[in-house]
């Protein structure tokens, strides 16, 4: 497995690979992997010749009270991992590089943005499509694997590549879970012992919604009191409990069409996301 | 010549020549083509094994009071043009292949956008940066050529190119005139036959300002002052005379570094624009 740091170095590099008519899949992280980013990774294998990953904290996708500084951190196991993983090559560039003196270009995304993480995280998807374009252009993939687990993400990522007409195709790879259900997440880790043993209420409250939905129920209402209940059981804290249409992410108040139920909850120091199609 | 409507047949066209390796040059244009167009053709045609011209109007440049339904178009006369001149491919979309319904990304520039052009036209260099940063996608290029005539538009899609990491390198290509110094554009087409003869005064204009710097003139005002009184010798109504840095577009009072020189001049029905830098 190679390293690279330099995002010019990088670039040369994934243009000789296309040359050589090999193809590119590429898993966008922010370190301190798991099991999640690894079967990203096990994903991109199986579509395409060789797998770059990168591991980026980035800035920008960060608001002023947020984690940046906190968010956890451990490049020598991420590398162990990646190599065990058989990433090819490893993209771990430095703000510096990435955000040039005088940055003054961001890519905005100005409808699916607004709700959800986006309503209670101003600025989030603006840093994260910003982001991601800089490294589609860098790494230059035929295929990218993204998580599902961030559903919003996933979504306006796809409308990015849609409407900046980026050439690649994006992969969305299933939410990987422990075994309480609770989905793989490197803020799991700012769960105290006892929140862990309640954080499972995520999943959990999925199931019932699913329960639900399956029993017959449409109502947006009904199923999100049933959600809401279930996080409130535990010392979570509701940040939004929602649901949308699965292509608009405008909300819906009664289940015709696929509806994606979104939630994200507060721990005391840990804010989880979780997410569940109901078609 | 082949002529290529569809985004994704253009795309996937770019990438057979890629993978060919050969490589492409690319000139953006929104047609109503001139000697200007033609000059970018041919540097393209010395630096790339292919040339690839788009003609595309782009409404999200065009202000919601400004010129689009009105913005001169002859395809007929462009395809003969681009053919005569060596493009090997023109792509020719349609608005609504380019922005599909809920077109909701857009790329923003935040600091070269906010004066000159920017300041009367707000929302167009969004609109240039946003189509561009599509067209590059598609057309995939390894050279793109612009005209220095579009001295901000050529900052900041080199700000953009730089910014968000585009495998493409910027060639700028000198402003072609016609005899009495008029810089060529489509937009000349709007001027009476009056006007026609005092439009002149924009190139008169910056000759002077040129003469000043020779004799030592480094006063930002004395300098605009003389461009100023040679415009208000016509009947042409001053938009913006601005002397910036030619890197930051900040305003400069004591001309030290390379600045540019900027001006937009308003006829009856025809917004002019002209630029010189003085180093």
Redesign the interface.
Known sequence: MKIINS?EEM?RTA?NI??A?KTIGFVPTMGYLHAGHLSLVQTARTSADLVVASIFVNPAQFGPNEDLAAYPRDFERDEKLCRDAGVDILFYPTPGDMY?E???????????SNVLCGASRPGHFRGV??VV??LL??V?PDIMVLGEKDAQQLRILR??V??????VKIIAAPTIRETDGLAMSSRNKYLTPAERLEAGCLFQSLEKARALFAAGERAAGNIKAAVRAAIEATSGKVDYIELVDDE?LRPVQTLEKPALLALAVKFSKARLIDNTVLQ
């Open positions: 995002p670039q243009q296309r040359r008519g040039l005088e940055h003054s270009i961001w890519v905005d995304e100005e409808s699916l499509c910003t374009a800089k252009n860098i230059l409308r990015m849609r409407d900046l007409n980026f050439p608009t």
